[in-house]
Nanobody, 122 residues
Framework: LQLEESGGGLAQPGGSVRLSCAASGFAFPYYAIGWFRQAPGKERQGVGCISSTGDIAHVRDSVKGRFTISRDNSKSTVYLQMDKLLPEDTAVYYC????????????????WGQGTQVTVSS
């Protein structure tokens, strides 16, 4: 499964950005997708994940109420809707795939996109 993120860019504090993770490969509906981010000088961290069927989605505590994950299996795409953005949300955002179930552990994921930069600044 190959993944490609898009939708990053510059946003103002309090603004919104929607990231997309487009997958190629017929097996997309069998994979859970995780979103991760890495800020300069920091370790990559899990942002959220969505199960293969989309019935289970989790986000980390620091983005709860601001970020939402969804997927459209007919389009082989997962979305990360980011609202009420903060400067500390600035990072390169990555999506990654694993079998079926959500996980926040980087080692659980086997395919990664190249990342998309999100910068939150006035």
């Amino acid at each position: 499964l190959q993944l490609e993120e898009s939708g990053g860019g510059l946003a103002q504090p309090g603004g919104s950005v929607r990231l997309s993770c487009a997958a190629s490969g017929f097996a997309f509906p069998y994979y859970a997708i995780g979103w991760f981010r890495q800020a300069p000088g920091k370790e990559r961290q899990g942002v959220g994940c969505i199960s293969s069927t989309g019935d289970i989605a989790h986000v980390r505590d620091s983005v709860k109420g601001r970020f939402t994950i969804s997927r459209d299996n007919s389009k082989s795409t997962v979305y990360l809707q980011m609202d009420k953005l903060l400067p500390e949300d600035t990072a390169v955002y990555y999506c990654a795939s694993r079998d079926e179930k959500c996980s926040f552990y980087i080692a659980d994921y086997h395919s990664w996109g190249q990342g998309t930069q999100v910068t939150v600044s006035s």
